[in-house]
């Protein structure tokens, strides 16, 4: 998007009354609090004083010594665009699976002192390689908690898995894979004595095409992210682990994500609309799958700090959602002491001595917060505790998270062996292959394969060493250096490269990264492979003008997309790896690309060379990649992965491609400013609001069969009183427990009309009447994932229920959803583009 160069005043149709949301709507009880106890909670004022506002010495401070006339140099001015909501709701926990567990947080609160129940508000020291701590009360017999990242599996310790990244598994549009995946995690962080896993990941929800972090969520559609988060959940909380759903909320970039200088966080600017009916979605069906604790974000919303918006944490996830759970602060995203407090966030990370403990207490006592707020945030964590059984039959915290994998420890192998097929099959579908002409793939033993491209092999290093390692952070494969100093934040110049040449990856990097220790690459299983054929196998991965043997059955050329937390892509194509395509498939008739891809990789700079017969997108394997790619390649597993975006021709296409920054001359230089006017018409949505042809749509992916769809039924289902224009129901987890009643059933029939065995994602789109505002003109509410044998009677009848929620809008004014009167267009079919079944139904 252009860079902000003009004043832009909020954008907002949500008719609470505004109010300052951080700082004036608690401006009474501050001026106390900072009296009494001075520098500590100073840092209440944060947004304000960080940079010295309102003092006429740095008027050329930052920004490379000059600022534009008229920048804004004081948060007062963005007051108001976060309207308030106060005061932060007390857990219910009255009844149905949280009343025991509340009841018992309850009996424990009531024995602390002040001082053991601020100690449970932030993260401490321990002697375990935990990310977060939450301290222990021995003589109540309070273990303490352990927090880990994060979720794709478990980083910085050894024995347990490298799983297939969020990205993956929206590639495979599985939900029994998402629940089988979230299952083995579970087990592998509880054996650990890992308490709380630092995932799954809906935010970023992927509005930013080149964001560092989209690769650890789903997808950029909320309906799938929504269905795979629910299932992940639901599977890791079965285990015994309390999920810590993230980034609540709008945590969309990576550039300027945390405050730097003189120049704050960047503000995502959102709608009430799309607030509701994009970004707050997948959190919503995480909140009502049970999550037991969301992660606040380190960006403004709205302009005022994720994890002292009290409109998102006390409105939106508290009081609308019926949110039981704790809050934990993003690490380092504190930025305030009784704001944030007063605000809804329960537990801040990694410690809290900037602006809670001793300060908190001192809050207490001088009644700038009340002692019940203390009891809450203390009694919604421990009830979370109780209500996964971490009292009774769970490890001691942190038993298996070594401080230092170098020196001597204790061996705890956390991995399971029933998994292993989970493993292998999550990375073989979520593999889309988008492009197999002149029957290509699947290769069939052929007399001579050449392998070309950086990302075929494992690194040369892929081991943990003292300190703070790139094998910790996912990025051995990946230039070290430029790595650290963007991810740590250290001065200077650094790159922006965007592939990980030194080999192929599993992950991407940064918090999100996993352990890897038992991973097959690509090259490894070929090797195996074309020993067990007998085919005579040449490479070459360093030169980037190889030279090609023309007896070749085949090439293939593995190349990847990097991406880390802290840094933004520097692009969606690389013109080292499409060279390196381009050269090679001039010289081979049969080339084949595998693109190991951590985002939204373009490919129009090769795949109309009529020699590249094949492209695959590999995303983020896990520990099974070379061994899923080569099943694929040889035809012993069908591809079934669709993509969880889409895929444009040009950067152009796409409404908002790279992160939003201010440009020079701009007012906001010290508040950026990124404003969501695109609102919910991103991806899919806007290329067809706008009629553009994508290279490869959303939902795209090709099979070694076919499928053909018939017999669609759309029926409504719900009782005649069901039907009105509003819910009634109370607040449970999740909202509004009508929300979830089933209106409208909808089924189809898919066949195998091919020669091979395989599954289908079958998806069904709904258009919602307009009534003359702008709407998307479908929308995915639906997918279902049969396996059809090829034989004569390989039909599936897929159903899907359509809910009160999937068939409404958000209203502005009632401040609920609405279902809409009029025509709703059904279509069912194998991708956005691809519908062939259409119907209707009125309501």
């Not at 006429?56 to 534009?68: H, I, T």
């Not at 080339?591 to 129009?604: F, S």
């Not at 449970?732 to 929300?739: W, Y």
């Amino acid at each position: 998007m252009p860079a902000t160069s003009h004043v832009s005043k909020p954008l907002s149709t949500n008719t609470t009354p505004a109010g300052a949301d951080t700082i004036r709507g608690v401006a009474i009880l501050v001026a106390a609090v900072l009296i009494v106890v001075g520098g500590g909670l100073a840092g209440l004022a944060a947004l304000r004083t960080r940079d010295g506002g309102g003092s006429g010495d740095d008027a050329s401070a930052g920004n490379g010594g000059g600022e534009a006339e008229g920048v804004i140099r004081d948060d007062s001015w963005f007051y108001g665009q976060s309207p308030a909501v106060y005061p932060s709701p007390n857990v219910t926990g009255d009844e149905g699976k949280w009343a025991d567990a509340t009841r018992k947080a309850k009996q424990m609160v009531v024995k602390m002192t002040l001082e053991e129940k601020v100690s449970l508000t932030a993260g401490a020291g321990s002697r375990t390689g935990c990310s977060g701590f939450l301290p222990a009360i021995p003589r109540l017999s309070f273990p303490g908690m352990c927090l880990s990242d994060a979720g794709n599996g478990l980083r910085g310790t050894d024995f347990v898995s490298t799983w297939p990244s969020g990205l993956h598994v929206g590639a495979s549009w599985n939900k029994v894979l998402a629940r089988q995946r979230g299952s083995g995690m579970g087990g592998e962080f509880k054996i650990k004595g890992v308490n709380v896993l630092l995932g799954p990941v809906v935010g970023p929800a992927g509005r930013v095409v080149l964001g560092g972090r989209n690769w650890e969520g789903f997808s950029v559609d909320p309906y799938l992210s929504g269905a795979l988060v629910s299932e992940t959940v639901k599977a890791v909380q079965a285990a015994g682990v309390i999920a810590s759903t993230k980034h609540f909320i709008a945590n969309e970039q990576e550039t300027n994500r945390n405050p730097s200088g003189n120049i704050q966080s960047v503000s995502s600017n959102i709608d009430d609309r799309t607030m509701h009916e994009f970004y707050l979605w997948p959190f919503q069906d995480a909140i009502r799958a049970g999550s037991g604790n969301i992660m606040c974000s380190y960006q403004r919303l709205n302009n005022s700090y994720g994890c002292a918006n009290s409109k998102a944490l006390n409105g939106l996830l508290k009081t609308e959602l019926g949110f039981q759970g704790w809050v934990v602060s993003d690490w380092g995203a504190q930025h305030a002491g009784v704001a944030a407090a007063l605000a809804g966030m329960d537990v801040a990370m990694p410690s809290g001595d900037a602006f809670w403990g001793s300060h908190l207490v001192d809050a207490v006592n001088n009644g700038s917060v009340a002692e019940t707020r203390i009891d809450d945030m203390v009694v919604r964590t421990l009830a979370t505790w109780y209500l996964m059984d971490q009292d009774k039959d769970f490890p001691q915290p942190g038993v298996g998270m070594a401080v230092d994998l170098t020196r001597s420890h204790k061996i705890i192998d956390a991995r399971n062996s029933s998994f292993r097929s989970t493993l292998f099959e999550g990375a073989v579908e979520g593999h889309v292959l988008v492009k197999n002409i002149r029957n290509t793939l699947p290769l069939k033993k052929p007399k001579m394969l050449s392998v070309f491209g950086y990302s075929a092999k494992n690194p040369d290093h892929n081991y943990p060493t003292p300190g703070l390692s790139p094998w910790l952070w996912g990025s051995e494969s990946f230039n070290y250096t430029e790595f650290s100093g963007r991810f740590f934040g250290f001065e200077g110049q650094y790159g922006n490269t965007p592939i990980a040449y030194n080999g192929t990856i599993y992950s991407g990097g940064g918090s999100g990264a996993t352990s890897q220790s038992t991973v097959v690459s690509p090259f490894d299983a070929l090797v195996q492979r074309t020993y067990e054929d007998g085919t005579a196998l040449f490479w070459d991965f360093v030169s980037d003008t190889p030279f090609v043997n023309p007896m070749s059955d085949a090439c293939l050329v593995f190349g990847n997309a990097y991406a880390t937390e802290a840094a933004d892509r520097p692009g969606a194509r690389d013109e080292y790896t499409d060279t390196l395509i381009r050269h090679v498939a001039d010289r081979c008739a049969s080339t084949v690309v595998v693109l190991h891809n951590a985002g939204t990789r373009l490919v129009d700079g090769f795949v109309d060379h009529p020699n590249v017969t094949a492209l695959m997108f590999a995303h983020l394997p896990g520990e099974a990649s070379g061994r899923a790619a080569v099943a694929l390649l040889y035809g012993e597993e069908n591809p079934s992965g669709k993509l969880p975006y889409t895929v444009a021709r040009n950067e152009s296409d796409y409404p908002v491609l790279g992160p939003d920054v201010e440009g020079e001359g701009s007012i906001f230089a010290r508040f950026p400013q990124s404003n969501f006017t695109e609102g919910m018409f991103l991806d899919y949505r806007h290329f067809d609001a706008r009629n553009i042809t994508p290279r490869y749509e959303f939902g795209f992916g090709l099979s070694y069969t076919t499928f053909s769809y018939d017999n669609l039924v759309v029926e409504k289902v719900g009782s005649a009183g069901q039907f009105g224009e509003y819910p009634t129901g109370r607040v449970v987890e999740g909202g509004q427990e009508d929300l979830w009643d089933v209106l409208v059933e909808v089924a189809a029939d898919v066949t195998n009309t091919g020669k091979v065995a395989g599954a289908e994602v079958a998806q069904l789109y709904v258009g919602i009447p307009t009534e003359g505002a702008p709407a998307p003109a479908r929308q995915l509410r639906g997918f279902e994932k049969p396996f059809l044998n090829a034989t004569a009677t390989a039909t599936a009848t897929v159903r899907f229920p359509l809910t009160r929620r999937d068939l409404s809008v958000w209203d502005v004014v009632a401040q609920k959803w609405r279902l809409v009167r009029g025509e709703y267009r059904i279509e069912v079919g194998r991708s956005s583009r691809d519908l062939p079944l259409v119907g209707k139904v009125t309501i």
